[in-house]
């Protein structure tokens, strides 16, 4: 991307023509390596917002009439062309956000399984049939599409996590407007490209770039029918207050603080190995990322031992450069932000075993840059704890026992992922049944559902009842709907106004 490069919104199956926004419409996107300005992004205004939802609007009524068959078609080769370009995808996902591309082409990957998920719709809208439910009379169930439906999503998977919403919502017969995140915004329009390219009619898939202005437009627009989101906890909890405040179907994904924990007699190298994965892979920006490690005792000294050799090993430096594992922070702001939790933790009595700040870093010194750092010692009470840092901070608590560390699990008030690392079978059942956590892993740190099952999180990890893609997700953008027959059957018994019974 060159400096000053502009990236607008996509309405109606062309990038938007309108004027550029005068300043302050406009958010600036960075360059985490370097730390300058790549471009600048247009925030829709609340008129611009009623452009995009118009022509989603305008495109349903012949989209929902899309044969299945014609629909997969698309959809089959929407899945080629991000097969395709997969690479250049996560090169601009890179970019913008600062993960290491081997991680940004996984993300990608990821975002497919529900495209090809999706490639199977014709199956998965197939309704129920009763035949003579009354003396020739059947009975069957359809399910059939909402309308306009938004997905807000995050920085932390510009591809992946609108990929989790929009092939399902599209399949089922709905039309998009997609509001990602301001702060890596390209990725969403190389996705509407593609979906043009696969021969999806114009304004089935809208992007419309924003921020609170643009979102609040959405949630109160009389034409949206349902509403995904997924990010932060308090954004999530006001989407999902908002949206259905205003009558629309919400299922607003927040954040998370996920637990791995370490039971005395598990592999110490392997979940060490899987902590330091989890815990700094995209620079812990991952609502999956492992964040608090609980180790059992008596194993504690000897499992932050192996994390420490672990950390310092890890090579920080560009998304770019294939010998990086970790990349830059997405903006220096939440560098910053992530950067003041050693200091908190300090101060509040957790011993710092490994300071990210003196990490080796192979990058521009202006990059947004903050090295790997482990905490250990930590107690629930303190803030390194108790909120979602989001960056690269591993904190390690111990526990006296597996009753305490279930304990400690289940009163965090978030409930995305938790995983247990065990070589007892008899254990790890004991927690997936005991455990109040959405994604559970067993000696897999991060435990992310494939598509055909739902991704979603308990607790303040998710406002509303269903989850994302899977059947919860096909359930989520459709309404059913039971329909009762009879045909030409002359023994209707003349006029009777008693209460239909089935006999
Ligand atoms: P965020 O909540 O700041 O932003 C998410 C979206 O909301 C963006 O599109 C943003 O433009 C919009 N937004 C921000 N402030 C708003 C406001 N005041 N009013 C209306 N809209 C607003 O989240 P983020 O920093 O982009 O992403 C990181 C967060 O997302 C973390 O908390 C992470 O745990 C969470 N996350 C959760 C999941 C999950 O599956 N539960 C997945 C990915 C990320």
Not at 200 to 227: Q, S, Y
Not at 365 to 394: C, K, N
Not at 444 to 468: C, E, N, Q, R
């Amino acid at each position: 991307m060159s400096t000053n490069e502009r990236i607008t919104h996509w309405i109606g199956g062309k990038p938007w023509a309108g004027v550029t926004p005068p300043e302050g419409r406009r958010g600036e996107v960075y360059d985490p390596v370097t730390g300058e300005v790549a471009g600048f992004v247009d925030f829709a205004s609340a008129a611009e917002v009623d452009e995009a939802v118009a022509a989603a609007s305008r495109a349903y009524p012949e989209w929902r009439d899309a044969s299945l068959a014609r629909r997969t078609q698309v959809l089959f080769a929407f899945r080629e062309l991000v097969n395709a370009r997969q690479a250049e995808l996560a090169r601009l996902i890179s970019a913008e956000h600062g993960k290491v591309q081997a991680d940004a082409a996984g993300e990608v990957a990821r975002g497919l399984e529900v495209v090809e998920f999706a490639c199977g719709i014709p199956h998965l809208l197939k309704g129920g049939f009763s035949e003579n439910v009354s003396t020739r009379v059947d009975s069957y169930s359809i399910r059939q599409p909402l309308g306009v439906c938004v997905g807000i999503t995050p920085f932390n998977f510009p591809a992946m996590v609108p990929m989790w919403m929009f092939p399902v919502a599209i399949a089922c017969g709905n039309t998009f407007v997609l509001k990602p995140s301001e702060k890596d915004p390209s990725a969403s329009i190389l996705l509407a490209e593609l979906w043009a390219e696969a021969g999806l009619p114009d304004g089935v898939f809208n992007v419309v770039h924003g921020d609170k202005v643009t979102v609040d437009r959405l949630l109160e627009h009389p034409a949206v029918r349902a509403v995904s989101f997924v990010g932060s906890t308090p954004i999530a909890r006001y989407v999902y207050e908002n949206g259905t405040g205003h009558g629309k179907r919400v299922q607003a994904l927040g954040g998370a603080k996920n637990h791995m924990v370490v039971l005395p007699d598990a592999d110490l190298d392997l979940a060490a190995d899987a902590a330091v994965s989890a815990g700094f892979g995209s620079a812990g920006e991952r609502c999956m990322a492992i964040s608090a490690v609980v180790a059992v005792d008596p194993i504690g000294d000897a499992l932050v031992e192996k994390i420490k050799e672990r950390t310092a090993e890890l090579k920080v430096g560009p998304g770019f450069d294939d010998s990086s594992q970790m990349g830059p922070l997405v903006t220096g702001p939440h560098r910053d932000k992530v950067a003041s939790y050693l200091d908190a933790g300090v101060r509040e009595g957790a011993r710092l075993v490994v300071d990210g700040r003196g990490h080796p870093i192979g990058g521009p010194a202006e990059g947004f840059w903050l090295g790997p750092s482990v905490f250990d010692h930590v107690t629930p009470q303190m803030s390194v704890y108790r909120d979602e840092i989001f960056g690269p901070v591993l904190s390690v608590l111990r526990a006296p026992s597996y009753e305490a560390a279930v304990e400690c699990v289940n009163a965090s008030p978030y409930g995305n992922g938790v995983a247990v690392f065990t070589n007892d079978g008899g254990a790890a059942r004991r927690f997936q049944n005991e455990i109040e956590i959405g994604m559970v892993g067993i000696n897999v740190p991060i435990p992310v559902p494939m598509a055909y099952y739902s991704f979603g999180g308990w607790k303040s990890s998710l406002f509303g009842d269903t989850h994302v893609h899977g059947t919860e997700g096909v359930h989520f953008y459709t309404r059913g709907k039971v329909v009762t027959a009879r045909w030409l059957d002359p023994s209707h018994g003349g006029v009777n106004l008693g209460f239909p019974t089935n006999r």
